[in-house]
């Protein structure tokens, strides 16, 4: 099981091999306009998650809305997830 801090670590790092960009702000929604992140890029972030955590991450979407997709709202999604399983 990974800890909060390992799943943060692990979006952090797929952000920034995917599109460069390092997250400032952990409360500001990744597919807003001032992330700079084109939505259609997260299909390769979220496959990198799946990957490197061993998880169904796209699961977090089943009982989310888009409000999920904030650093911290996904890191506390894909947690209570891995917890499920």
């Known amino acids: 099981m990974y800890s909060k801090e390992q799943i943060e670590l692990s979006i952090r790092s797929a952000v920034k091999a995917v599109v460069d960009i390092e997250i400032q702000d952990n409360k500001l929604n990744l597919?807003?306009?001032e992330m700079g992140i084109n939505p259609a890029m997260?299909?390769?972030?979220?496959?990198?998650?799946e990957n490197e955590l061993q998880m169904q991450v796209c699961d977090v979407?089943?009982?989310q809305t888009s409000e999920v997709m904030t650093l911290?709202?996904?890191?506390?999604?894909?947690?209570q997830l891995q917890r499920k399983n």
């Open 61 to 63: 979407f089943i009982d």
């Open 31 to 33: 597919v807003a306009k």
């Open 72 to 79: 911290e709202n996904l890191t506390n999604a894909i947690f």
């Open 42 to 49: 997260f299909l390769y972030i979220f496959e990198i998650l």
